[in-house]
Every structure is written in C-alpha cells, then in structure tokens.
Nanobody, 114 residues
Framework: QVQLVESGGGLVQAGGSLRLSCAAS????????MGWYRQAPGKQRELVAAITRGSITNYRDSVKGRFTISRDNAKNTLYLQMNSLKPEDTAVYYCNTAPPRPDWGQGTQVTVSS
C-alpha cells in the first residue's frame, strides 16, 4: 500500500516561512514525478508545485519566487520550502505523485494569519 505522510505545517504570520516534508513509499517515489497540492476550505484541491525524478521543477504562478520544491531520492522524502507566506496560502497541504494517484495522505494544515 502506498504511504504518504506529510508534516511541518502550522500557524504562521504573514511574511513568515514554513518547511513541509513528505515521507513517501519508495515504490512510488523512485519512479515518479512528485507534487505538493493544497486544498483551501470550499475550494478544489490544486497543484502547487511539482518535481521530476531529475529535479526539474514547476510552480503555479501564485507561488513562484516564494516556494521551493525539492526531493531527497535517497530518503524518499519530498520538501516544500515556503517563504513570504500570505493569508491566501492557508490550506491543507498534501503530497502525491504528479499526476496524483487515488490514495492521499492526511495532509498538513498551514494557516497564515494577517
């Protein structure tokens, strides 16, 4: 069974930073592009950033220049460094393959206060 375990969320003031981590099953991490997704209340889940096995990255426009996705293939771990956070970044953040598999982890809550 695929396992995705996100951590690192929390409450931060606008302008602050957080670093999210995702521990993924080696069976999927080693062969797939991975992504960070988020879902705000009342909104659909959206892709925030993605990274290929070879570390080519892609970001949605609203986070470009503020967020950095990275991966440690030896540790099967995905990261998301989030700087200059804004209240509109408030959401539950998830990791998954890109494109996503049906199974999702529990996510980690990020709350940015104004």
């Amino acid at each position: 069974q695929v396992q995705l375990v996100e951590s690192g969320g929390g409450l931060v003031q606008a302008g602050g930073s957080l670093r999210l981590s995702c521990a993924a099953s080696g069976s999927i991490f080693s062969i797939n592009a991975m992504g960070w997704y988020r879902q705000a209340p009342g909104k659909q889940r959206e892709l925030v950033a993605a990274i290929t096995r070879g570390s080519i990255t892609n970001y949605r426009d609203s986070v470009k220049g503020r967020f950095t996705i990275s991966r440690d293939n030896a540790k099967n771990t995905l990261y998301l460094q989030m700087n200059s956070l804004k209240p509109e970044d408030t959401a539950v953040y998830y990791c998954n393959t890109a494109p996503p598999r049906p199974d999702w982890g529990q996510g980690t809550q990020v709350t940015v206060s104004s």
